[in-house]
Structures are given as structure tokens and as C-alpha cells.
């Protein structure tokens, strides 16, 4: 019964974050083939593109629900929530980039803040300021899992 809760919990979840991300501009982006048209360089950049949520570490509060939308335009929709601390969602909007060694860059539309995480299979994993890995206790735990979202459809799943 665990498990099926558990579950129904996580579809849940999966359902509401679609929901929000199919009303917003978040998914207003270009066909692959007209941005492509556009920006041939940038075709590589595709390989990472989708929704990746996560529970990353908070030196002042539980934890950091994020949720990252990167779209193929190249565009970003960052939303975290620091657990414990404030109910607010904090959202940043930008552009994103991936560079042959599988490190995307975000950078906010503002030009503030620029984030990097490292492309692995289904995930994206953050790095430091300098695009290294971050080291030291809950290092692990600064992952993004992808979640798949299928369009015109009803079902959503998670990938593990």
C-alpha cells in the first residue's frame, strides 16, 4: 500500500508541475527544425533539453525544491522554494548553453547569475561557481532528475 501511495504521490506531483509548465512560457518555444534553421550551431545543444527536478542542499533551511525547464530555443525556467525558510518561489529566466564537455551554463536573462550543472544520463548534476564538482557532505545530493512529460497526452512518468 506504501508503494502505491507513494506512487500516486509522485504521478501527482508530476501532473501539477506539467500543468503549470503547459500554461506558461515556459513552453513556448521553437520546432527543433526552426531553431535549428536558425542557429546551426546550437544543434548540439538540444541533447539536454526537458524538465529536471530535485531536492538539493540548503545550508539554512531543509532543502531547495528545484525544478528546471530547459527548452530547445536554448531558453531556461529555473523555480526554487528554500524549504523551511519561506513558502515564496523564487523563478529565474534566461538562456542556457552546452558546451562540448557536456557542462550546460545557465545564465539568468539579467545577466546576475550564471549556474552550471553537468549533462549525465536522464540528469543534470550542479557544479560550483567554477564548473567543478562540489565536494564535501550532500555533494551527492545536488542532482536533477529528468522528468519526461509526453505531450497531447495524459501520461507523465520520472525516470529513475
Known amino acids: 500500500m506504501y508503494l502505491i501511495t507513494t506512487r500516486l504521490n509522485q504521478a501527482i506531483s508530476v501532473l501539477i508541475v506539467a500543468a ?3 500554461f506558461s512560457s515556459a513552453y513556448a518555444e521553437a520546432t527543433a527544425a526552426d531553431h535549428n534553421a536558425h542557429h546551426p550551431a546550437a544543434s548540439s545543444n538540444l541533447t539536454g533539453s526537458g524538465v529536471y527536478l530535485g531536492f538539493t542542499p540548503c545550508d539554512d533551511c531543509k ?3 528545484t525544478e528546471l525547464v530547459l527548452n530547445p530555443n536554448n531558453s531556461y525556467v529555473l523555480m526554487t522554494t528554500f524549504i523551511g525558510k519561506s513558502d515564496r518561489e523564487f523563478v529565474e529566466k534566461g538562456k542556457f548553453v ?4 557536456n557542462i550546460v551554463t545557465l ?3 539579467d545577466g546576475s547569475t550564471t549556474r552550471h550543472y553537468l549533462v549525465g544520463e536522464d540528469s543534470l548534476t550542479q557544479l560550483n561557481a567554477n564548473a567543478e564538482h562540489i565536494n564535501g557532505v550532500g555533494a551527492d545530493r545536488y542532482i536533477l532528475h529528468k522528468t519526461n512529460v509526453v505531450k497531447g497526452g495524459k501520461t ?3 525516470q529513475h
Open 20 to 22: 503549470t509548465f503547459s
Open 63 to 65: 532543502g531547495v525544491k
Open 98 to 101: 552546452q558546451a562540448e564537455n
Open 107 to 109: 545564465t539568468a536573462k
Open 156 to 158: 507523465f512518468h520520472r
